[in-house]
């Protein structure tokens, strides 16, 4: 339980112009760091943190998030600005970060079942766009040089993943163990391309304006780093391979076209 009066102090002291007291309430969903909006006498704010518990090794890095944001302020990617980042865990329990609140609209359905052809089509187009922005960002003006370790991104992402799952395994599933041994055979050469990648580019990690097709955040940067910018593509060209039916939604089984929704082909020959 966190002691409102307790952060309200704190941020009281650490951001300019923040004025208590405040209310917490959590966002539903399943954020793998809990997402609070903070409403206050001086705005609402939305404070991220770090789980409770014994956690991953780099897993739930809300200071790569909120280092992250901060760099990219003033670039053609738009994020909610981030104010203060906390590591004095004697505050709410764990380490966690507050930015600005973005009032707007997230999808969670890739078919966008509410929206006409038309709307469908611009929105799209603008995830492509932003995409792109992202993998464009000059990575030394931007202070992220050394946001990510060098070598081969597929090498290291799926050691990463190998030693996490092995870590929190429970049983012996053989399709996993087939399953880490193909990738591992089977990693794309090393071609030298390295952007800022989000790591997690899918639809309900954007915030929408409240009524243009224009996305007014980014959200979810906790997978971010220095890697291969296909990758990110990738993850989300996955939404069109994946069945409608499925409890992640995608976009297999689906008339596209009568949507307005760009098939896979042509959403990356719009990246491209």
């Not at 780093?225 to 989300?236: C, I, K």
Request: some cysteine; overall charge negative; hydrophobic content about 35%.
């Amino acid at each position: 339980m966190i002691d409102e009066q307790k952060l309200s102090l704190y941020l009281e002291e650490k951001i300019d112009g923040f004025k208590g007291p405040l209310t917490l309430k959590k966002f539903p969903g399943g954020q793998s760091n809990p997402t609070y909006l903070i409403t206050a006498a001086s705005g609402k704010y939305v404070l991220r943190s770090k789980p409770p518990g014994k956690l991953l090794k780099s897993a739930h890095a809300v200071d790569r998030e909120y280092a992250v944001t901060k760099a990219l302020l003033g670039t053609d990617v738009p994020v909610a600005t981030p104010h203060h980042l906390c590591q004095d865990e004697a505050i709410i329990g764990s380490w966690f970060y507050v930015m600005d609140y973005r009032e707007g609209r997230i999808f969670w359905d890739p078919s966008l079942p509410d929206m006409t052809k038309e709307g469908r089509t611009a929105l799209y187009h603008e995830m492509n766009r932003v995409l792109s922005a992202i993998h464009s960002v000059d990575l030394v003006k931007q202070g992220l040089g050394d946001f990510g370790k060098p070598g081969n991104y597929y090498a290291r992402q799926i050691g990463r993943w190998t030693t996490q799952y092995k870590a929190s395994e429970t049983e012996h599933i053989a399709p996993m163990e087939q399953l880490m041994a193909w990738v591992g055979d089977n990693i794309p050469p090393d071609d030298g391309r390295v952007s800022l990648i989000h790591g997690d580019f899918r639809l309900d990690n954007f915030i929408f304006h409240p009524e243009k097709p224009e996305i007014i955040a980014v959200v979810d940067w906790e997978l971010s780093t220095l890697g291969h910018p296909l990758a990110d593509l990738a993850y989300q060209c996955m939404q069109w391979r994946m069945p409608h039916s499925s409890i992640v939604k995608g976009l297999d089984g689906l008339d596209r076209t009568a949507l307005g929704i760009p098939t896979e082909e042509a959403y990356v020959q719009e990246y491209a």
